[in-house]
């Protein structure tokens, strides 16, 4: 996927969802991995043109894992001319060590954006950019179905109403096959996920069945994600703006 084709799925889901306003000062989730590396290049992108200015920065919550890196991701930054900031924690070793937990992902997740909100919120940030994709959000939804009987997804556009920051999701028109070839095209400096739990959770078996879904029922995998766009979440209907303004 070349650079353009980025930008016209991100601008059609900032457009449809109403996700930026003139003045908002963006803080990009950098994890290191494909999907927040090339939401950078998205929105470092769409700022050059979008008629709502806006700023951006870039923040990576360090676990607190040996061997990371993050060297070539602050070289990108700086190419692109967002600033970026790295947020320490032991956010690891209380997960895996202290509390020795069973479910780690959870705990870690809500560790992780607490410290990324924090970070945010001191640096000015009214909004914060994740960079979910078009398969995150089919994979959510079925992991809603299967594992607690319920339709359900995470929305592209919600207020933190303790962190006082609107969460955008730019990337929910893009597939993550996209996004892979995106980041061979442009030779993305991907650091790989040092956490113990990578691969093996739940999420990772959802990846695995809506690929065999699709292979069976060509074309299921569209389909599922219409089910979401066009279906009765509120929150996903594209005439309602459902940002908060701040």
Not at 108 to 113: M, T
Request: overall charge neutral; hydrophobic content about 35%.
């Amino acid at each position: 996927m070349k650079l353009q084709q980025l930008l016209s799925y991100t601008r059609k889901a900032v457009d449809d969802y109403q996700m930026i306003q003139p003045g908002d000062k963006i803080a990009i989730g950098i994890s290191g991995g494909k999907d927040s590396l090339a939401l950078l290049y998205a929105l470092a992108g769409l700022r050059r043109f979008y008629p709502n200015p806006f700023e951006l920065c870039a923040i990576t919550v360090d676990l607190g894992f040996e061997g990371f890196d993050l060297s070539e991701i602050k070289a990108l930054c700086e190419e692109l001319q967002v600033p970026y900031y790295v947020q320490k924690t032991e956010i690891g070793e209380v997960v895996f060590q202290v509390r020795e937990e069973s479910n780690p992902c959870s705990l870690c997740a809500k560790l992780r954006k607490g410290a990324f909100n924090d970070k945010a919120k001191e640096l000015g940030c009214n909004k914060s950019a994740y960079a979910h994709h078009k398969d995150d959000v089919i994979e959510t939804m079925l992991m809603s179905l299967l594992y607690e009987g319920r339709y359900n997804c995470f929305s592209p556009v919600t207020y933190l109403d303790r962190s006082d920051i609107t969460l955008i999701r730019p990337l929910i028109y893009v597939e993550e096959a996209d996004i892979i070839g995106f980041q061979h095209k442009y030779n993305l400096p991907v650091k790989k996920n040092p956490c113990p739990a990578d691969g093996l959770t739940k999420r990772a078996d959802t990846k695995d069945l809506v690929k065999r879904l699709n292979e069976e029922y060509k074309g299921s995998k569209e389909r599922l994600f219409h089910a979401i766009t066009d279906g009765t979440l509120p929150a996903w209907k594209k005439t309602e703006n459902v940002s908060r303004r701040k």
